[in-house]
C-alpha cells in the first residue's frame, strides 16, 4: 500500500490564485482529515469526512473548501490565496476514528 | 474535549527512559489519552492510546494515574532517533475530530 500521497509536495501561489491540493489514500480508510501547520506551531484541524459524501468543519475552515466523492479522494481547495494560508497542510485517514495515518505534506508559500 | 497541559520541551540522554508526562485534570470518563509524535518535517505518527489501564506496545508504555489527571508516556530506551514533538490529546471515542495541541520538544543528546 501507499499510505497516504498527497501531490503537489511543494507550491508557491501568488495572492489571489486558486489551487487544489490532492489526497489519496489506499486503505480504504473512511475517515479523512486536513491539516495545517504554521512554522514552530501545532496543526490545526482545516476540515475532517466520516465518509464519501460527508464533509465537516475543524478549527480553521475560512478560506477553504473539500469536497469527498470517493472514499479515495480528500481534495482542498484554496480558492483565493492569501499570505495568511501559507503553511504546510497535511491530510490523514483514519479506519476507525482511533488512529491517524498521515501523508508527507505538501508546502505552500503565497506571496 | 479536556484541554492537556505538556512541558513545552524536555531533554533526555540517549539510552535512557524518556518520560514525557501529560496533565488532563478535567478529563472526563470516556476520554481516551492519544499520543502521537511528530519527527522534523513529517506527518505525525501515532504512538499509543489508552483509557484507564496502562498500555504497553512495541514504541512505548502509557501510564494513567489513577484519577486519570494525568499520564506520562515512556520511551524505554531513547535513541536519536526519537528526537521529536510528542502530542498528548484526549478525546471521547465517538468524537470524529482529532485536535492536536502545542505538545513536547524532546531532545535526545547524545
Known amino acids: 500500500n501507499a499510505g497516504v500521497t498527497q501531490t503537489p509536495k511543494f507550491r508557491i501561489l501568488k495572492i489571489g490564485q486558486s489551487m487544489t491540493l490532492q489526497c489519496t489514500q489506499d486503505?480504504?480508510?473512511?475517515?479523512m482529515y486536513w491539516y495545517r501547520q504554521d512554522p514552530g506551531m501545532g496543526l490545526k484541524l482545516i476540515y475532517y469526512?466520516?465518509?464519501?459524501?460527508?464533509?465537516d468543519k475543524g478549527e480553521v475552515p475560512n478560506g477553504y473548501n473539500v469536497s469527498r466523492s470517493t472514499t479515495e479522494d480528500f481534495p482542498l481547495r484554496l480558492e483565493l490565496a492569501a499570505p495568511s494560508q501559507t503553511s504546510v497542510y497535511f491530510c490523514?485517514?483514519?479506519?476507525?476514528?482511533?488512529?491517524?495515518?498521515f501523508g508527507n505534506g505538501t508546502r505552500l508559500t503565497v506571496t | 474535549d479536556a484541554k492537556t497541559t505538556q512541558p513545552p520541551s524536555m531533554d533526555c540522554a540517549e539510552g535512557r527512559a524518556a518520560n514525557l508526562p501529560c496533565n488532563h485534570s478535567?478529563?472526563?470518563?470516556?476520554?481516551?489519552v492519544y499520543w502521537y509524535r511528530q519527527i522534523h518535517s513529517q506527518g505525525p505518527q501515532y504512538i499509543i492510546h489508552?483509557?484507564?489501564n496502562n498500555e504497553t506496545n512495541e514504541m512505548a508504555s502509557l501510564i494513567i494515574t489513577e484519577d486519570r489527571k494525568s499520564s506520562t508516556l515512556i520511551l524505554p530506551h531513547a535513541t536519536l532517533r526519537d528526537t521529536a514533538v510528542y502530542y498528548c490529546?484526549?478525546?471521547?471515542?465517538?468524537?470524529?475530530?482529532?485536535?492536536f495541541g502545542k505538545g513536547t520538544r524532546l531532545h535526545i543528546l547524545p
Open positions: 490523514a485517514s483514519s479506519p476507525t476514528r482511533w488512529t491517524l495515518h
Open positions: 486503505m480504504n480508510h473512511n475517515y
Open positions: 469526512s466520516v465518509g464519501a459524501g460527508i464533509t
Open positions: 478535567t478529563i472526563s470518563g470516556n476520554e481516551y
Open positions: 489508552g483509557l484507564k
Open positions: 490529546i484526549v478525546r471521547v471515542n465517538r468524537d470524529d475530530k482529532i485536535i
